[in-house]
């Protein structure tokens, strides 16, 4: 018979005929010795059989132990010096960084672009995250709304010059012709053309007060939906690091550049139909951005 046998080693008694014969719980057996003798074999006296109710006990004062030391952990209380905020190390990184501050971002709007950013970082992070999407929506293809885009974003120093190259870009035949737009950066008649930015993140690359430099890193959606489409709305991925200035009591950009990615890996997933592409982008509303 085997030592894990419910009878125990050997012949003879059962674990139930004895009340020492488990110890703890565990139902390890154990012979019983005469009283006086020693109970170990080593002469010293056998301790009596501890009760499930003690064990019990012991477990859960380790248990709340063990939570009271997790709780003081999440409430920094490791004396750290710090007050309990991370990041003090510059060897993680902080919360902060993705979390909602609570401050309004923005006092007001510009046409449909918000203006009246806080004179902070957290502004100008605020301010390049909606130029970003200004900047890369579907209003660029049409020059009257690409003025207006360009006077309210940018610097008025820069903001004449910059103009004049977007025009030269967006208004050349070739260059609306490649995408599958008409000359005059309309769509063709059963197609709808779809050019928004949807930003992820922002970070803080440089600020002195009245200038900053925030990379805006996005997803760019791009393309024409609907049946016949040569250029199927596709995704990329683009970091823009925007130099802002204060001017006039709000952010303006004065410069900015553009780099591929960080893309990451595309999940399996089968494309929309070309008509409920095109449905989206009118029934999904852009959004005003925070921080």
């Not at 510009?110 to 203006?115: L, Q």
């Not at 008409?182 to 008649?189: L, V, W």
């Not at 089968?270 to 029934?283: C, G, H, W």
Request: aromatic share 8%.
């Amino acid at each position: 018979m085997s030592p894990g046998d419910e009878r125990g080693y050997g012949s003879g008694p059962s674990r139930t005929d004895d009340g020492y014969s488990t110890i703890g719980g565990t139902r390890q057996t154990r012979t019983r010795l005469p009283d006086g003798e020693g109970g170990d074999g080593y002469g010293t006296p056998r301790r009596p059989a501890r009760s499930s109710r003690s064990l019990v006990t012991v477990v859960g004062v380790v248990v709340l132990l063990i939570a009271a030391i997790a709780f003081a952990n999440m409430s920094g209380g490791g004396g750290d010096g710090n007050n309990g905020r991370s990041g003090s190390s510059g060897t993680k990184p902080d919360s902060s960084s993705t979390a909602a501050t609570g401050t309004k971002p923005v006092t007001g709007k510009n046409g449909s672009i918000p203006s009246g950013f806080a004179h902070d970082e957290q502004g100008a992070q605020s301010a390049a995250t909606n130029y970003s999407v200004a900047l890369g929506s579907a209003e660029m293809f049409d020059k009257e709304r690409r003025h207006t885009v360009v006077a309210t974003v940018y610097a008025p120093a820069v903001a004449a010059a910059r103009q004049g190259d977007l025009d030269k870009v967006y208004s050349g035949q070739s260059f609306l012709t490649s995408i599958g737009l008409n000359a005059d950066g309309t769509a063709p008649a059963g197609l709808t053309f779809i050019s928004r930015s949807n930003p992820v993140g922002t970070k803080v690359v440089k600020f002195n007060g009245d200038t900053a430099s925030v990379a805006v890193w996005y997803s760019a959606l791009f393309g024409l939906a609907g049946e016949g489409s040569k250029n199927p709305v596709s995704e990329s991925w683009f970091t823009n690091t925007f130099d802002l200035a204060w001017i006039d009591g709000d952010w303006k950009i004065t410069d900015f550049t553009q780099k591929d990615g960080p893309t990451p890996v595309g999940r399996d997933q089968a494309a929309s139909p070309a008509e409920e592409m095109a449905d989206a982008v009118e029934q999904f509303g852009g959004f005003t951005y925070a921080r």
